[in-house]
């Protein structure tokens, strides 16, 4: 499955089968696909997206792995971009990694961004 992938983040078409990929086929591509959200300002992001969402079930490890790094930005991203989009049922999984986020002690303005989207999200779910 790793041949049918892009050398790189630039799809440039080159995704046309991931549209019809299972979840466990999905489940093998993933982890690339997710570290690739780490910019969102690389070349076909909205694709990414795309690709990201027809698999959502599969992807909350992967979003508890983003949630708990030390990556700001990468957060930010995954949780305005991607996960704010989750159906409630999904979103009601990561619980305990948004009230990690909501409670870490940071002085940063951006994160402080960063807790209010995840305050926003465990608010939502618990409504």
Partial sequence: ????????????????????MSDPDAQLLIAQIMDWTQDPNWPDTTRILEILHQHEQILIPYIRDVLKNQDPEWKEWILTYLVAYFPDEYLAKLQEELKLVMNTDMYDKD??????????????IKG
């Fill in 1 to 20: 499955m790793n041949s049918f992938m892009p050398a790189d983040e630039s799809f440039n078409g080159d995704m046309e089968f991931a549209d019809l």
């Fill in 111 to 124: 994160y402080k961004n960063i807790q209010k989207v995840a305050n926003e999200l465990y608010t939502r």
